[in-house]
């Protein structure tokens, strides 16, 4: 599979698992493997299996560690409490702060950007600055640096 390809794959999975924990956020009733297994076949999303799998493993964990990855959010927001954001940017930084830690293997620099490409995409005029600002505060706290 070419680096491309799998890019791509992981750019749509980032949007779905976006969209299942945004369900999650408004309906926390919302059963997380449900939406997982067949929002992507109901929506006819184009996510195949290798990207399926990604966005669960990021939803998975972002539900589990949620008080944790919730807590480094408010800590980096400074002005900001979690439940002022936005839901779209306050589950874009879910994800992404998932991303950062459990996932060492992604470049922080891809893990900023594709925040930012969700935010331009699902969130306000603002949202794409308000992210890539706290990401990178939070990266710098993580001790992982763009270049990493």
């Not at 939803?59 to 979690?82: F, G, H, Y």
């Amino acid at each position: 599979m070419s680096a491309t390809h799998v890019q791509g794959s992981r750019r749509k999975a980032r949007g779905y698992a976006l969209q299942v924990l945004y369900a999650r956020d408004v309906d926390h009733a919302t059963d997380v493997a449900t939406a997982l297994g067949g929002w992507s076949e109901s929506f006819e999303l184009d996510v195949d299996d290798a990207g399926r799998e990604f966005a669960g493993e990021l939803v998975r964990k972002a539900v589990e560690d949620q008080a944790a990855i919730d807590e480094v959010i408010a800590t980096a927001s400074r002005n900001w409490r979690l439940e002022r954001m936005s839901r779209v940017d306050r589950n874009i930084l879910r994800l992404a702060v998932c991303e950062l830690r459990s996932l060492p293997s992604t470049p922080v620099k891809v893990v900023i950007n594709e925040a930012v490409e969700l935010a331009k995409r699902f969130g306000t005029a603002e949202s794409p600055a308000f992210v890539n600002g706290i990401l990178d505060r939070i990266a710098a706290s993580l001790g992982r640096s763009a270049e990493s």
